[in-house]
Antibody, heavy 113, light 108 residues
Framework: EVQLVESGGGLVQPGGSLRLSCAAS????????LHWVRQAPGKGLEWVSY????????YYADSVKGRFTISRDNAKNSLYLQMDSLRAEDTAVYYC??????WGQGTLVTVSS | SYELTQPPSVSVSPGQTARITCSGD??????AYWYQQKSGQAPVVVIY???KQPSGIPERFSGSSSGTMATLTISGAQVEDEADYYC???????????FGGGTKLTVL
């Protein structure tokens, strides 16, 4: 069974940092592209970032470019999102997604003083 | 930046056909995907690559794409189909993703 489990969310002050993790199981992790998607409270889905199966190709949404860094460790079956210079508008549930199909349950990030 | 446009809401009676559209300039070249999201839950894919149906998704869900518009059709909508629906695709030249703004489907 494919499983994606996010962790690392929490409350952080504006300007602070957080590192999200997504632990994967039930499939050959190294063969799949992965994405981070977020959803602000009461709002729609927003694509955040993409990483290819080898990590050689990476894309970001304009809203996070230069502040967020996606990475993966295929030996640990894990995806990461390093979030720096956080803003109030980054408050959202963050989901990891395998290719187009499987999603985790999300982890809530709240940026507030 | 690239955008996908959906109607904010669609309303049908049970048993009627619901159609949700998604327009985007790159859709002639890029696949559309459709996600269903019920309150408090993670999204679930109901259509992938324009018209393919994942296993476990009821046959009443179908998809099509023509030119710059993709359409999700729910034939004989049920009360349990009430949810937010999002189209998803990538921009014309990369794998940078984009979601439509979402459509709230009401079945009553």
């Amino acid at each position: 069974e494919v499983q994606l489990v996010e962790s690392g969310g929490g409350l952080v002050q504006p300007g602070g940092s957080l590192r999200l993790s997504c632990a994967a199981s039930g499939f050959t992790f190294s063969t799949f592209e992965l994405h981070w998607v977020r959803q602000a409270p009461g709002k729609g889905l927003e694509w955040v970032s993409y990483i290819s199966n080898t990590g050689s190709t990476i894309y970001y949404a304009d809203s996070v470019k230069g502040r967020f860094t996606i990475s993966r460790d295929n030996a640990k079956n894990s995806l990461y999102l390093q979030m720096d210079s956080l803003r109030a508008e980054d408050t959202a549930v963050y989901y990891c997604r395998r290719y187009f199909d499987y999603w985790g349950q999300g982890t809530l990030v709240t940026v507030s003083s | 930046s690239y955008e996908l446009t959906q109607p904010p809401s669609v309303s049908v009676s049970p048993g009627q056909t619901a159609r949700i559209t998604c327009s985007g300039d790159a859709l002639p070249k890029k696949y559309a995907y459709w996600y269903q999201q019920k309150s408090g839950q993670a999204p679930v894919v109901v259509i992938y690559e324009d018209s393919k149906q994942p296993s476990g998704i009821p046959e009443r869900f179908s998809g099509s794409s023509s030119g710059t518009m993709a359409t999700l059709t729910i034939s004989g909508a049920q009360v349990e189909d009430e949810a937010d629906y999002y189209c998803y695709s990538t921009d014309g030249s990369t794998n940078r993703g984009v979601f439509g703004g979402g459509t709230k489907l009401t079945v009553l």
